[in-house]
């Protein structure tokens, strides 16, 4: 069973900057890619942004956080980290990381359903 725990949420005024990160149990961390979702009050889960095993490539929300938020990961601490930016009112959420639950997968698809594991989240409130 692995075990996901996400931190770094809080209160901050628009245009600040938080980190998340997201601390993963287990041996086999990098044999799988990792993703941050985000859930407002009223509206579904989304994908905000996604990262391969290596941390070679990434991927993001295009329209919503590209430019904004950079997603990263430090496979020797089984850990996947979210710096957003000039955050806006409308970045505020629940942040969820997440495991893709295919090892070795690949590409620019990221949908929910892919996902195995779930931590349980971390708020984010952008004030305005």
């Known amino acids: 069973q692995v075990q996901l725990v996400e931190s770094g949420g809080g209160l901050v005024q628009a245009g600040g900057s938080l980190r998340l990160s997201c601390a993963a149990s287990g041996r086999t961390f990098s044999n799988y890619r990792m993703g941050w979702f985000r859930q407002a009050p009223g509206k579904e889960r989304e994908f905000v942004a996604g990262?391969?095993?290596?941390?070679?490539?990434?991927?993001y929300a295009e329209d919503s956080v590209k430019g904004r938020f950079t997603i990263s990961r430090d496979n020797t601490k089984n850990t996947v980290y979210l710096q957003m930016d000039s955050l806006k009112a409308e970045d505020t959420a629940v942040y969820y990381c997440?495991?893709?639950?295919?090892?070795?997968?690949?590409?620019?698809?990221?949908?929910?359903?892919?996902?195995?594991?779930w931590g349980k989240g971390t708020l984010v409130t952008v004030s305005s």
């Open positions: 997440a495991r893709d639950a295919r090892p070795f997968a690949y590409g620019s698809d990221w949908n929910r359903d892919d996902m195995d594991f």
């Open positions: 990262i391969s095993r290596s941390g070679g490539r990434t991927y």
